[in-house]
T-cell receptor
Framework: EDKVVQSPLSLVVHEGDTVTLNCSYEVTNFRSLLWYKQEKKAPTFLFMLTSSGIEKKSGRLSSILDKKELFSILNITATQTGDSAIYLCAVENSWGKFQFGAGTQVVVTP | EAQVTQNPRYLITVTGKKLTVTCSQNMNHEYMSWYRQDPGLGLRQIYYSMNVEVTDKGDVPEGYKVSRKEKRNFPLILESPSPNQTSLYFC????????????FGPGTRLTVL
């Protein structure tokens, strides 16, 4: 059975800190891994990863995939209060089926 | 504006009363999908459709039906809703055949009493 596990479930940091979010997965016929940010509405896309070892970067956010060890990390540097959200990891298989993790709730305090 | 729309956005209903949540996209996407989101469980895929007349079960299809008669629409049907279907529902779409992210609709909050 396909599975996506995110850790930690939640964390609280101070503005300016760096956070690292983890996503491990087991999926048959892996196609891609995606990260989303969810505030009080629909998830918004952050990154899609398909190849191991290639870092994707967007401003203070970055992510990398390890297809051998079956995990991905999402880093947020110099956190701001606007980074407070639930971060979702999802894996898609070759047939279009998506499996989401439970999410990591990040709270950034001033 | 490119978007995925869902209707209604909020719905309170009673057990057993059939309902349909509509989803429509204007991006000519082949792929569409329905998810439910419950606290602590992330998003769980209900059904997805790779193209017109092609639908597949996700992880939690029980109690739901879908149809894909046209490319732009993918309605979610609850024939006999029960309280355990109280949830936040999202529709999403993307192009097929290439690696593109999904675009999500705004969500439908359903309460079944």
């Amino acid at each position: 059975e396909d599975k996506v596990v995110q850790s930690p479930l939640s964390l609280v940091v101070h503005e300016g800190d760096t956070v690292t979010l983890n996503c491990s997965y087991e999926v048959t016929n892996f196609r891609s891994l995606l990260w989303y940010k969810q505030e009080k509405k629909a998830p918004t896309f952050l990154f899609m990863l398909t190849s191991s070892g290639i870092e994707k970067k967007s401003g203070r956010l970055s992510s990398i995939l390890d297809k051998k060890e079956l995990f991905s990390i999402l880093n947020i540097t110099a956190t701001q209060t606007g980074d407070s959200a639930i971060y979702l990891c999802a894996v898609e298989n070759s047939w279009g089926k998506f499996q989401f993790g439970a999410g990591t709730q990040v709270v950034v305090t001033p | 504006e490119a978007q995925v729309t869902q209707n209604p956005r909020y719905l309170i209903t009673v057990t057993g009363k059939k309902l349909t949540v509509t989803c429509s996209q204007n991006m000519n996407h082949e792929y569409m999908s329905w998810y439910r989101q419950d606290p602590g469980l992330g998003l769980r895929q209900i059904y997805y459709s790779m193209n017109v007349e092609v639908t597949d079960k996700g992880d939690v299809p029980e109690g739901y039906k879908v149809s894909r008669k046209e490319k732009r629409n993918f309605p979610l049907i609850l024939e006999s809703p029960s309280p355990n279907q109280t949830s936040l529902y999202f529709c999403a779409s993307r192009t097929s055949g290439s690696l593109n992210e999904q675009f999500f609709g705004p969500g439908t909050r359903l309460t079944v009493l």
